[in-house]
């Protein structure tokens, strides 16, 4: 991706929760079409540093550019009318919801963003439980709900945190799939992973996160070299 343009600059980024000061100056990028991953232990500021972008935290200092645009003072929605899509750990599902009212509920950038037809073939399980509400799917299709719920919204830079977590891996296997299609079709991804053997083979570079900072880039080519350091960090 050495020719990419950069879609995302975080710069020296600073977050709060309250009194706490959790992001002690992040910086990375992130190039259009990529997939970048967060690694670190639980705690070390990787979920932070995902909803510090989409503005969900408390106080924040540093910059954060997107396609172009300072966010670092806007308010949450306008930063995901820029084209941010936020996929939380804990997925947001709504649960007297149907699957299919789901993904019709959240608003759509302009005449952006996959129809229902695209998100049905991209995600099939969907299709079949699209009548199930949504504490009634199991969690490897809450996921993919969470998922395609965000590319029905139009967004073009994807924040997907921990999203192999707890699932099986016939699911995981899949998420990757859809992941590398997302990647094929243009969409940059910022991805909060622990599990790196998910994340590696998926991730153009990798940023390992300690106690609020980055101590490492990892670029995809090195990581069979630089193993030791993702087993000190991740203790993998």
Known sequence: MTNATE????????AFYGES???HGIDFTVKQGECVTLLGRNGAGRT???RAIMGLTGKRQGSIIIDGTETIDLS???IARLGVGYCPEERGIYASLSCEENLL???RLGNNGM????IYEMFPNLYERRHSQGTRMSGGEQQMLALARVLRTGARLLLLDEISEGLAPVIVQRLAEIIR???SKGFTILLVEQNSRFAAPLADRMYIVEHGKIIAEIHQHEVGQKSDLLQEYLGI
């Open 7 to 14: 879609y995302m600059r975080v710069a020296n980024l600073q």
């Open 21 to 23: 000061h959790v992001l």
């Open 48 to 50: 932070t540093t995902l």
């Open 76 to 78: 949450p929605h306008k």
């Open 105 to 107: 509920l959240l608003p």
């Open 115 to 118: 129809c229902l037809e695209e």
């Open 181 to 183: 299609q997302l990647k």
